[in-house]
């Protein structure tokens, strides 16, 4: 099918916002101006768009510890994720979450989650009452390799095969569980066969290519939403900076990440596709890297001179019924 100019625009920006979040966050993580930990998307920005694309406002994704790209690709605020990530009041969560716990139920976003294995029951669950209510929505799960072969990914794919329900399990494989190969952490090295294993369709694709990760997910997206169930979509991705920031990568080959940021770079891939094609022209891309560079720079120094929380903000948004 083909995409109208809009939607090409449209996807090309996000994927470039979530490429120059990660950079800038890398700079601004090794200055020591953000507090915590982080776990950058950069390389994967294909899946969460080619998925997200697909999505209404009114559809909801569950996300992992690595989950700022899926938060911008399903529409969160992007200054509001930025003054978070910075601890700041102003945040997405209050200043309170930081880059592990992003949420925004405004846009279908039900959280980053720092439990590996965590979203898949959570993504279930919205999934069931879409079911109930009869509203027509999705869920989505998006979870790495590692979290593939958690017992809890097991469950919810079995439920969601039991009730038939309107949900989609993403597995990004990225090569890594941290530092360990998938290759040898999953004992059939096919996540795909696993999940059809539980009986619903799973298919493996090239992760890196925004068209062929939006093609697979919108057949899957609609039968969901048409009620023929849950299905798996395994991505072949990569990622460019290490497991968390500050991880020396050293069970990477020589040269491995020149050559993914060479050949495997899902920005440059689509940027050759859709000029060879001359859908879009070398200058309206280069258009919108300016506009998103500018951006980020603004986002970031709002964040830098915006406000910490207070001391009373603590009892905020806090669930004390159960004391
Ligand atoms: C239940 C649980 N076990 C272990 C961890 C520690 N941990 C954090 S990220 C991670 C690896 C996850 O790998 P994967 O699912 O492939 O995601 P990726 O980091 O590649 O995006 C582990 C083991 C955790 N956060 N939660």
Known sequence: MQLSRDKLLDAYKRMRTIRDFEEKVSEEFAAGNIPGFLHLYAGQEACAVGMCENLTPDDVIG??????????????????????????KSGLCGGKGGSMHI?????????????????????????????TKKNGTVAVSFSGDGSSNQGTTFEAMNLAVVLQLPVIFVIENNGFGEGTAASYA?????????????GMPAVTIDGTD???????CREFVEKARNGEGPAAIVMEAVRFYGHFEGDPQLYRGDGELDMLRN???CLKIFRSRV?????????????ID????????????????AAFPEAPDLQADVDVSCL
Do not use: W
Request: with cysteine.
């Open 63 to 88: 996300s992992t510890h690595r989950g700022h790209g899926h938060c911008i690709a399903k529409g969160c605020d992007v200054e509001g994720m930025m003054h978070e990530i910075f601890g700041r």
């Open 103 to 131: 949420a925004d139920l405004d846009v279908g976003m039900l959280g980053a989650n720092g439990i590996v294995g965590g979203n898949p029951p959570l993504a279930v669950g919205a999934a069931l009452a879409a079911k």
């Open 186 to 198: 999953i004992g059939t090295n096919d996540p795909a066969a696993r999940a059809a294993g539980f």
């Open 210 to 216: 925004f068209f062929t990760v939006y093609e697979t």
């Open 263 to 265: 050949e495997k770079d």
């Open 275 to 287: 000029t060879e094609a001359k859908l879009l022209e070398h200058a309206d891309l280069d258009a």
């Open 290 to 305: 300016q506009e998103v560079a500018d951006r980020m720079e603004k986002a970031v120094t709002s964040a830098k001179a």
